[in-house]
């Protein structure tokens, strides 16, 4: 005999008021929600709910940030290098651009397990600066396997310059190794083809106060070129910005050292290196590289887009980095400078990052610091959660469409938590055989559960019509979910 799952009997009383209070929602502002609720054809895409795109209602449920695993037991696992540089999963492989120590230009390094890597090559071709910063895209846009692999970095002039490669080491300038920008170019340059805006865009650094010196003022800007190879200076400016949702005085307690663009599941993220208290030395004036510092140091955030220019940069203002400083006597105590990009590879994220035991300084204080990289690593889709905690939490999204048979949730629960899901029509009904007390348990963390129903989990003939999905859960982080379909067996 089914039983029904024993999370719903640990919620029953609680999920009959909220049902009550829902109903009382529901038939107050019905009308009103018909006319304006917003609806969202979403096929087979996976769901990221870091922000507010597919969700229409909350109730005691926030978003929480991942907590990432530093790898190696927080040490470096790469010191023979430093960032500015990118870590990408190309060819089988983990193929790691990363600057030599000193003013010695860059290299390539390999790996086979993400941790173990082995010097390949020198890098040629690319005309420095002198201040060395280098990003590397692999181009799916692109058809010539020449220009397979691009790079930005800083050209002469301190602005921004772009290359391209056929293996990664041996690079050729567009251009003609003219900057393609006006300044700034001293920390990341990144050229990439964004295939969400079917555009390349190139992001890089760029001055709000003087070019450098104690009055510098760092801001962050991004461009857009449809044609890189008819025009490689044909670049568009589609916004600018600095720090200063606190007013004008801002860029006094933090300024945007580098950021990256990655696209994840058709969410923008930005990969955002921020310098905090910049300048101020008021913790020592003299080289410490066991104290931890909290002023003249750099941190590492994300933040969220869905059209690349407009960003969530919540977590900055929280003070919450996606990768934190490490303790006393660690390597990556006082800066942290994030790789270019982030690689999903084996159900999980690999976030490379550059670590320094000192803080940045100033030209009248310098420091002596010693630079190397470490891995952190983070659950498939954990980068933000909705989380309930204990008591029963609600999640009901807009409108959809879907494609699929069945629906597939991400999630973490504790032993005494769990997770439920019911199907409504538009106007939030139930619909029969789809109701909440109809969803078998759903307890424990999986990447990829399929949720099932009393008649099963086939939800093949409620694809195409518009329908909402409710989350009841306690205990529990959900972090996404995906309509998919999967093959009957014969």
């Known amino acids: 005999m089914t039983r029904e799952p024993a999370i719903m009997d640990h919620w029953k009383p609680a999920l009959l ?94 790996s086979t397990d993400g941790f173990n890597f082995t010097k390949k090559a020198n890098l040629t071709g690319i005309n420095f600066a002198g201040d060395f910063t280098l990003s590397v895209e692999t181009d799916p846009h692109e058809k010539d396997p020449g220009h397979r692999y691009k790079g930005a970095y800083d050209a002469p002039g301190m602005a921004a310059g772009i290359a391209y490669s056929a293996d990664g080491i041996r690079w050729q300038l567009y251009n003609n190794g003219k900057p393609v ?64 949702r606190e007013g004008k005085d801002e860029h006094k307690r933090r300024q945007v050292y580098a950021k990256t663009f990655w696209i994840y599941e058709s969410v923008y993220f930005l990969i955002l290196s ?38 969530d940069l919540g977590w900055v203002y929280k003070g919450q980095p996606l990768v934190p400083r490490g303790p006393a006597s660690a390597f990556d105590k006082d800066l942290i400078l994030p790789a270019s990009s982030i690689i999903t590879h084996k159900g999980k994220h690999w976030i490379y990052y550059g670590g320094a ?31 309930a905690a204990h008591k029963p939490g609600t999640i009901i999204t807009k409108p959809l469409t879907f494609k699929g048979n069945r629906l597939a949730v991400n999630f973490a629960s504790a032993a005494t938590g769990g997770l439920a899901v019911e199907i409504q029509d538009q106007a939030g009904n139930p619909i029969p055989g789809f109701s909440l007390a ?43 979910f995906q309509f998919q379909q999967q093959k009957e067996r014969p």
């Open 274 to 311: 921020v310098y905090e208290y910049p300048g101020d030395v008021s913790e020592g004036t003299t080289t410490d590289n066991v104290t931890r510092h909290e002023r003249d140091v750099m941190n590492y955030y994300i933040a969220t887009s869905r059209d690349g220019s407009s960003w």
């Open 17 to 110: 008021s909220l049902a009550i209070q829902l109903m009382l929602t529901v038939s107050g502002s019905q009308a009103v929600a018909q006319k304006t609720a917003e609806q969202v054809n979403i096929e087979s895409n996976k769901q990221l709910l870091v922000d507010d795109f597919i969700i229409e209602q909350m109730t005691d449920v926030t978003r929480e940030l991942g907590q990432v695993t530093k790898e190696n037991g927080g040490k470096p696992i790469f010191t023979d290098g430093r960032f500015y540089g990118t870590v990408l999963y190309d060819q089988q492989r983990f193929k790691l651009w990363y600057r030599k120590h000193g003013k010695e230009g860059y290299g390539l390094a390999e």
């Open 438 to 480: 109809d969803c078998k348990e759903i307890i424990g963390d999986q990447l990829e559960h399929q949720v099932q129903w009393k008649q099963g989990a086939d939800i093949s003939k409620l694809a195409g019509k518009t329908i909402r999905l409710r989350f009841v859960m306690e205990s529990t982080n959900l972090y996404s």
């Open 181 to 244: 920008t006006h300044r700034a170019a001293d920390t990341y340059n990144q050229i990439f083809w964004d295939s969400l805006a079917r555009t390349y865009r190139l992001s890089t650094r760029t001055d709000y106060g003087t070019p450098g010196g104690d009055g510098e003022v760092r801001g962050t800007r991004s461009m857009t070129n449809a044609d890189l190879r008819s025009d490689p200076k044909n670049w568009r400016l589609t916004r600018q910005w600095i720090f200063d």
């Open 357 to 387: 035991n000192e803080r940045h300084g100033t030209p009248e204080v310098v420091f002596k610091r010693d630079h190397a990289i470490g891995l952190a690593t983070l659950r498939l889709d954990g980068f933000i959660a909705l989380k």
